[in-house]
């Protein structure tokens, strides 16, 4: 049983924010496209990364009917459609509508949930989130304080591995052996609270997150941009969540993380990484048919640019022989493969800041970034959209032409480099990491 916590007033240090956002987040979504140099740019939404196979075809279909043929998928286990004609919004907003990625209009750009991808599938986890993600996508819908939340703002649901937890969430619920410590931002004290209230605890922490921008008139869009001392909102939002009947209990952070899925068979999964983040169709078709093949009908986009197919139906050799198709479109089922630790922007053409092809870079680097000490990031421009967190080599398009490679890593110190030719980077990389 679970004690309660006291209620008590938000504290007054919170009239203060330490950034202000002059203007709403410019997010896009299935509803507001954004104009990019290629085209308009559609963000779908996919809480937990989980599409239904039907689901699956309609996002390719819209991808080769309406946009540029190809899928992107982001840091937060999205879709993005790329290339779309100026007039197709409607036409994309009633087929993602009809194949139930529409479910709430109001909240498109708001259903912002990771989900460890493997839960419930390889025997590690405390419990399969599938139920919070669940309850958490439907609360957050008919939520309508919930409408104000940025879109940037995310939600993370870890089955206690670790994954998920480590992607900077501001409302990470992390599943432990006798329930759930729910964290908002990167607080060091979570609270306990029970696994059944979960869900509903993890959106009354964003309502207080909302009502405390209200309360201050702080205009940003993510937890730790709020100028609270330590624990502050961790203290409201306990005070919201006994207010509400849901017991808690301050309770010391886990702050151990784990990696996302590697490739290959795990469990009764295959998982694939997926170059780039991006699919073309007839490869998203492929992992479609695999999904409908091994009978779990769902694919699991993850945070990391792979996929998860769940495969309970699989015995090893139809799995293995599955696999086996995947790699041959070019998708990535090999751990040793130096995909896994290359990343980069969309660039050029597609972006008009980029300053490089950076995806052609980066793929023209490749045996040499296989050789990197650390996962490399590749963007045409500061903004480094997409980046990774954690450790990483950030190789950023200059202004003068070439690159310049910056060592981003705790206890490292900053260390920087030219690049005047991606061909040349193993000598750089060399000359960073000596
Ligand atoms: S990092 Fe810069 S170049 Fe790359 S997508 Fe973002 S804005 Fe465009």
Request: with cysteine; hydrophobic share 40%.
């Amino acid at each position: 049983m679970l004690a309660a916590m006291s209620t008590a007033p938000l504290p007054p240090s919170s009239q203060a924010t330490a950034v202000a956002r002059d203007r709403g987040d410019a997010c896009p979504g299935s509803l507001r496209l954004h104009t990019a140099d290629d085209g308009a740019l559609a963000r779908v939404r996919v809480p937990g990364g989980v599409l239904t196979v039907p689901q699956a075809e309609v996002l390719a279909d819209a991808a080769v009917q309406l946009g540029d043929g190809e899928l992107h998928l982001t840091s937060r286990g999205n879709v993005q459609v790329r290339g779309l004609r100026d007039d197709c919004g409607a036409r994309l907003a009633e087929a993602l509508d009809a194949a139930g990625l529409l479910p709430s209009p109001g909240h498109e750009r708001t259903r912002n949930i990771v989900a460890s991808p493997l839960s419930g599938l390889d025997g590690r986890g405390v419990r399969d989130v599938r139920p919070w993600l669940s309850a958490l996508d439907e609360s957050l819908c008919a939520s309508g304080a919930a409408r104000a939340l940025s879109g940037r703002f995310l939600f993370a649901l870890d089955d206690g591995r670790g994954d998920v937890a480590g992607l900077g969430a501001d409302v990470t619920v992390r599943a432990v052996d006798d329930g759930a410590l729910l964290t908002v931002g990167s607080a060091d004290e979570a609270l306990r609270v029970s696994g059944d209230e979960a869900a509903r605890a993890a959106l009354l922490a964003a309502e207080v997150f909302l009502d405390v921008l209200r309360e201050t008139g702080a205009r940003v869009w993510r937890v730790d941009e709020l100028n609270l001392s330590p624990g502050e909102l961790t203290h409201a939002v306990g005070s919201r969540l006994t207010a509400a009947g849901i017991g808690c209990v301050p309770a010391p952070n886990d702050r151990t993380t784990a990696e996302g899925p590697p490739p290959g068979v795990i469990g009764s999964a295959l998982s694939v990484h997926v170059p780039l983040g991006r699919l073309t169709s007839r490869q998203w078709r492929t992992v479609t048919r695999v999904a409908a093949e091994v009978r779990s009908g769902e694919l699991r986009l993850t945070p990391w640019r792979g996929i998860v197919v769940p495969a309970p139906g699989a015995n090893a050799a139809a799995a293995a022989d599955a696999l086996a198709r995947l790699a041959g479109t070019g998708l990535v089922t090999d751990t040793s493969s130096p995909w896994l630790r290359v990343g980069a922007c969309i660039g050029r053409p597609g972006c008009g800041r980029s300053r490089s092809d950076v995806r052609a870079d980066a793929a023209g680097a490749l045996a040499d970034a296989g050789r990197s000490p650390l996962p490399l990031y590749w963007s045409g421009c500061e903004r480094r959209c997409g980046h990774p967190r954690g450790d990483r080599i950030d190789v950023v398009a200059a202004p003068e032409g070439g690159y310049r490679i910056d060592v981003v890593a705790q206890g490292r110190p900053a260390r920087t480099a030219a690049l005047d030719d991606p061909s040349h980077l193993a000598a750089a990389l060399a000359a960073l990491t000596s």
